[in-house]
């Protein structure tokens, strides 16, 4: 998670990563903790991770506060400066790596290899790998230079998800949306969810997700 404006998008893949029984190493930015508090009011602090995490989760789009009440015994939280950390290897097991939401400057980091906190060098781990990488960039309007850094990730074969909602799934409600943006991500890492109702070449139709 990078600094980007959109923890909600965040909050939505990662519950939808527990719910598939996805086991989660997770990576918190310094600069992601800004942007949290200041969406969420929430101050993310190594020391008490799983109580800031579990306050995070039970947040709806609409910032209602909540506790999530389900199983996280399957995420492992690593702190963004520690460079010794397992997803800084290529030996260290992952099936890819989501970063979500993604910030012009994370971008820019992977995109040349900087490798500055743990985020941009599991990045860089996973694309050495050959691993499913997927950049949920949040900012708008886009500049050459950025657009450049995007071409560059999808040249070293990393997926490139905008976070931009379609309204053909029937939202009805702010989380609706968000949910659509963490459920094209998922579809890019291969995820099975029901996060949205998908297209079925019939106007007004549609299914339920997966």
């Given amino acids: ?18 719910e598939a029984g996805e086991s989660v190493d997770l990576v918190v930015s310094r600069a992601s903790r800004l942007t949290l508090l200041d969406e969420t009011g ?26 999530y009440d389900a199983d ?12 010794a950390a397992g997803p800084s290897s290529g030996s260290y097991p992952s099936k890819g790596m989501l970063i979500v939401p993604a910030s ?46 995007l071409v560059a990730l999808d040249d070293a074969g990393a997926t490139v998800v905008p976070a931009s909602p379609a309204f053909y799934a029937g939202a009805t409600h702010i989380q609706d949306l968000v949910d659509f943006v963490a ?21 007004g139709g549609g299914s339920a997700g997966q």
Avoid: C
């Fill in 42 to 67: 929430i101050s993310f602090r190594d020391a008490h991770w799983q109580a800031d995490l579990r306050e995070w989760l039970g947040r709806g789009a609409d910032g209602k506060p909540g506790i």
């Fill in 104 to 149: 012009t400057a994370s971008v820019a980091g992977v995109a040349l290899g900087l490798s500055k906190d743990l985020l941009q060098r599991a990045a860089s781990v996973t694309l050495k790998e050959r691993r499913p990488l997927v950049v949920a960039v949040r900012e708008t309007p886009l500049n050459g230079q950025t657009l450049r850094h």
């Fill in 72 to 83: 996280i015994d399957g995420v492992r939280y690593w702190p963004a400066g520690d460079l």
């Fill in 1 to 18: 998670m990078s600094g980007a404006s959109g923890t909600p998008y965040a909050a939505s893949v990662l519950r939808a990563l527990l």
């Fill in 183 to 203: 459920g094209r991500v998922l579809d890019a890492a291969g995820v099975e969810h029901g996060l949205y109702r998908r297209w079925t070449g019939e106007l």
